[in-house]
């Protein structure tokens, strides 16, 4: 049984990574949920070959929440990233709305938290991995007692 469930879950991030793939590359905007975490920004970094590789399909299940965010807001360094080299699929996400790039300095980990929480000191900020792909209730669940 636990084989079945490990085929299971390869097929469907197969299908979800494909999906978001797809919605990128033909700029298929996901439907954006109307119902809004007020105040809430989502959070993340990338580095290296992963601002292409990995973050699309983090930055992607973020549009696909039944929760939206106020803001998505990828930080990169900015020593090897500006306007013109980063990733087509991030310049693509940027033109759908909520996803905001900020160049920043590298320190690792903390890239994620410490410029969100000297920019959005009065916001709720979520910090998320740039390597997972999270559930369209990942918000929400955040929020339900």
């Given at each position: 049984m636990n084989k079945l469930r490990?085929?299971?879950d390869l097929i469907m991030g197969l299908y979800f990574k494909s999906k978001a793939w797809i919605c990128i590359t033909c700029n298929i905007k996901p439907k954006i949920s109307k119902i809004k975490a007020e105040n809430t920004i989502v959070s993340l970094t990338s580095y290296g070959d992963r601002l292409s590789r990995c973050a699309p399909y983090a930055i992607y299940s973020m549009f696909t929440q039944n929760v939206t965010p106020e803001k998505i807001t990828l930080w990169i360094d900015?020593?090897?990233w500006n306007d013109?080299?980063?990733p087509f699929s991030i310049r693509r996400m940027k033109g759908w709305g909520i996803l905001e790039i900020n160049y920043c300095e590298d320190i690792r980990s903390y890239t994620k938290l410490l410029p969100a929480l000297q920019k959005y000191s009065e916001k709720i900020i979520?910090?998320?991995d740039d390597d997972l792909y999270y559930s369209k209730s990942f918000i929400k669940e955040l929020y339900e007692p």
């Open positions: 490990i085929l299971y900015k020593y090897k013109s080299n980063i979520i910090t998320i």
